[in-house]
């Protein structure tokens, strides 16, 4: 057997993370070892060594399956941002390494909450290449960049206090509740780590298309410069509104104190193009800080939800404080609530282009 006949038959045994979900199998014909420094987005083939935090791996198909020690993995090197995970950065070599993320993100291991368990080890086998011997990256199977975005759909974000605040499950009810109200609902998420439960459940719910930031050719947004960001939501929004929606629902991902996030909701040429934005919380006080944050940025805010709504007295204390309705998020599947919020939406549009 050759070398890229056994490559080959390796790769094809190997688990593929969803990280990698658009990447062309067939062009990966090497594996280079030895002494090169990874850059984030490369592809790498990864031996688990210890089973830790992420026991399964979540595949293309967004499939979790469980890992063994020995298994290899195709995953992607990336800066990771979890405050109640782990923080990781790409390292400089291609010595043992951690998975940090289950979408399958390569890192060194730099910081981790208390209460989660030793990341899984992995010893990296090699940077995939093709047959000339360049590195495969998910910059080579990204979308086209897009510069205009078509102006005639409305934006709605959703954006919250930290991650696990709830904003993916406000997404999808958002998106389910629209289309229930016969609306054309394109979707995409911004920023964050790559996980493929929340693109599905964003496809789950009706919207078409549905893009995140790993089909812009990012395994993780962490420690993007502030204008990759904003070339990462332009690029992806153009292509949303390419599919002429009426509503395009848009998650940024972790908290408005996390730095990439900040930046892209202060940029200007990004936050005049949304017509409400829906904020999650865990609680009254971080709703009223956050919707705070959000009106001195001159972003109208048009409702508060998230997991505080799972306590009636949160969401009275909310109410009072924020002077804002505050939805339960399931009940923003709802039809006669998704109308609430894409009225409001119609009337903030009226009032910026009148």
């Not at 920023?191 to 009706?206: E, F, H, K, P, V």
């Not at 949303?240 to 900040?262: C, H, K, M, N």
Request: with cysteine.
């Amino acid at each position: 057997m050759t070398e890229a006949t056994d490559i080959a038959v390796r790769l094809a045994r190997a688990k593929w993370a969803y990280v990698t979900r658009n990447v062309d199998h067939d062009l990966a014909s090497q594996l280079l070892a030895g002494d090169h420094a990874p850059n984030a987005g490369d592809l790498l083939l990864a031996r688990v060594d210890q089973r830790g935090q992420h026991r399964r791996l979540e595949l293309t198909t967004s499939r979790r399956a469980e890992l063994f020690e020995g298994d290899e993995i195709v995953v992607a090197y990336a800066d990771r941002y979890a405050p109640d995970q782990f923080e990781g950065m790409v390292p400089d070599h291609l010595g043992r390494c951690r998975l940090v993320a289950a979408g399958g993100i390569a890192a060194r291991l730099l910081h981790a909450h208390q209460r989660v368990k030793s990341a899984t080890r992995i010893t990296p086998l090699g940077l995939l290449a093709d047959s000339e011997g360049a590195r495969l990256n998910l910059h080579r199977f990204r979308l086209p960049t897009q510069q205009e975005i078509a102006p005639e759909p409305l934006f709605l974000a959703v954006a919250g206090t930290a991650m696990n605040s709830g904003k993916t499950t406000v997404c999808s009810n958002l998106v389910k509740g629209l289309v229930r109200r016969k609306l054309r609902v394109a979707a995409a998420k911004l920023t964050g780590t790559g996980a493929g439960a929340d693109y599905r459940s964003l496809i789950d719910a009706g919207a078409e298309p549905v893009f995140d930031f790993v089909d812009a050719g990012y395994a993780s947004t962490y420690r993007l410069d502030h204008a990759t960001v904003w070339k990462v939501a332009r690029t992806l929004c153009a292509h949303l509104t390419a599919s002429r929606p009426d509503v395009v629902v848009l998650e940024i991902a972790d908290g408005l104190l996390q730095e990439e996030t900040a930046a892209l909701l202060a940029r200007k040429s990004f936050n005049r193009r949304l017509d409400g934005v829906m904020f999650a919380a865990y609680d009254a006080l971080g709703a009223q800080a956050g919707v705070a944050w959000l009106e001195q940025q001159k972003i109208p805010v048009i409702g508060v939800t998230g997991v505080l709504t799972n306590s009636p007295l949160m969401v009275r204390e909310a109410q009072h404080a924020t002077q804002l309705p505050v939805y339960a998020t399931e009940a923003l599947r709802r039809t006669n609530v998704a109308a609430l919020v894409h009225n409001c939406l119609q009337a903030r549009r009226h009032r910026r282009d009148s």
